[in-house]
């Protein structure tokens, strides 16, 4: 019987192998494998998530209340394309509420005040980017206006977690980036623009969870070594 880890693991290929799938999809017109795959990315890192966590825990559960939502950003709006943007826009809304409610204590207490100064930045480019894309985001301007917020707050945390976690909130930045200046900046043409936003997203998504999943105190492979005494962070 494999052990928990060697799932764990398993569970990280197959994310890979599902996300590469999904951008070879995109590339090759594939519009069917595109919609199979897409709604597998959440549900997938779920699984790694628990597959680590040793006991239920006030972060676990926000993070994947914050996939959820993500999973519902992801899926939902292919059963609705007429309200595609506005079920994006709270979908991931929602997650990066969730996620930077997670990532706090792990900011509060492993703060590093080099990767917080360089996160700085990152709220004067949701900032600009926020009233490049005003005028076009029409009606959807307050939650398009609510989704910087929460996007700045969210990359602001990451980075003062750790190494992963940063990355990957920096991805996210990116990500969401690209997509607020093809639905809402008129005349703005990135070449393969479509396709790095999932890169960025499918990458950043995963390298923010396995950064919390690092932050854990213990997983469920790992044993106290004797003698060791066990802190508990969190209830």
């Keep these: 019987m494999p052990s928990i880890r060697s799932v764990h693991l398993l569970l990280w290929a197959v994310y890979a192998l599902t996300a590469t799938t999904h951008l070879g999809a995109m590339m090759m017109d594939a519009e069917m494998l595109r919609r199979l795959t897409q709604p597998l990315f959440a549900p997938l890192l779920i699984a790694v998530l628990l597959t680590a966590a040793p006991q239920r825990s006030r972060t676990t559960t926000l993070l994947v209340a914050g996939l959820l939502c993500a999973w519902g950003a992801d899926s939902l709006g292919q059963l609705a394309p007429d309200i595609f943007q506005l079920l994006t826009v ?66 602001f945390l990451s980075a003062g977690g750790n190494g992963l976690t940063w990355s990957g909130g920096t991805l996210f930045l990116v990500s969401s980036s690209l997509l607020a200046m093809d639905w809402f900046l008129p005349g703005a043409s990135i070449a393969f623009s479509t396709e790095l936003v999932m890169l960025t997203y499918t990458v950043g998504h995963a390298l923010l969870i396995a950064g919390m999943v690092r932050a854990m105190p213990q997983r469920r492979w790992t044993v106290c070594a004797p003698g060791a005494s066990l802190v508990i962070v969190e209830s």
């Design 90 to 155: 709270f979908g991931f809304l929602g997650a990066l509420i969730f996620y930077s409610a997670a990532l706090y204590p792990v900011w509060a207490r492993s703060r590093d005040a080099m990767r917080i100064a360089l996160a700085i930045p990152y709220a004067g480019v949701v900032l600009g980017l926020f009233v490049a894309c005003a005028d076009g985001a029409g009606p959807l301007l307050p939650a398009v206006a609510a989704y910087a917020l929460a996007l700045a707050v969210m990359t």
